[in-house]
């Protein structure tokens, strides 16, 4: 069975400073994680995608992440937070020979950026 | 532009009452997926459908039901069954099959509350 567990369901950062947002999942195959954006009554939009190609994978709006699979975690980073960063963020796990059916979502991050 | 439109945006309900939430897709994608979002629960899969005249079950199905006789389209229906309704309604399309499993593209959502 996946699992994925959203560490925190609440950050708060100022604009300009740095963004982490921490995910750390459970597979029982390799799995394909993914991080989606979704801003207040809007649905989700991908961000990255992780799918056993490079460890650190870039996506829009400047955010990345690292798979980590010795920490089983695949954490969302960025460099200098924008005000319209503000959403909730979800990590996303599937297993590698799925399909979306078989995907997993964390409980969200909402992201807070002040002024 | 090619996306996934959901209506009504907002709707309002009475206890008993069956409601249909629509989904429509021009973005030509086999797979078509129902999630319900409540506060700090991620989405959770009630139905999808691989291919045209046939869906699964999810992992909350009781209390709905969808039909799928056009590609574009993937109505679902809220019936009284539904013990507690009120929620979040997400419909997603993904090209299916093996093809890049678990990047979904989302509709904007319909809200939907019980009075």
């Known amino acids: 069975a996946q699992s994925v567990t959203q560490l925190d369901s609440h950050v708060s950062v100022s604009e300009g400073t740095p963004v982490l947002l921490r995910c750390n999942y459970s597979s029982s195959y390799s799995p394909s994680l993914f991080w989606y954006v979704q801003h207040p009554n809007k649905g989700l939009q991908l961000l990255l995608k992780y799918t056993s190609a490079a460890t650190l994978v870039k996506g829009i709006n400047g955010f990345e992440a690292e798979f980590k699979k010795s920490e089983t975690s695949f954490h969302l980073t960025k460099p200098s937070a924008h005000m319209s960063d503000a959403a909730e963020y979800f990590c996303?796990?599937?297993?590698?020979?799925?399909?979306?059916?078989?995907?997993?979502f964390g409980t969200g991050t909402r992201l807070q950026v002040t002024l | 532009d090619g996306g996934i439109t959901q209506s009504p945006k907002y709707l309002f309900r009475k206890e008993g009452q069956n409601v249909t939430l629509s989904c429509e897709q021009n973005?030509?994608?086999?797979?078509m997926y129902w999630y319900r979002q409540d506060p700090g629960q991620g989405l959770r899969l009630i139905y999808y459908s691989q291919i045209v005249n046939d869906f699964q079950k999810g992992d909350i199905a009781e209390g709905y039901s969808v039909s799928r006789e056009k590609k574009e389209s993937f109505p679902l229906t809220v019936t009284s069954a539904q013990k507690n309704p009120t929620a979040f309604y997400l419909c997603?399309?993904?090209?299916?099959?093996?093809?890049?499993?678990?990047?979904?593209?989302f509709g904007e959502g319909s809200r939907l509350t019980v009075l």
């Open positions: 973005l030509n994608h086999d797979a």
């Open positions: 997603a399309s993904s090209i299916g099959g093996t093809g890049r499993p678990g990047e979904l593209f």
């Open positions: 996303v796990v599937s297993d590698m020979a799925g399909t979306a059916s078989k995907l997993t």
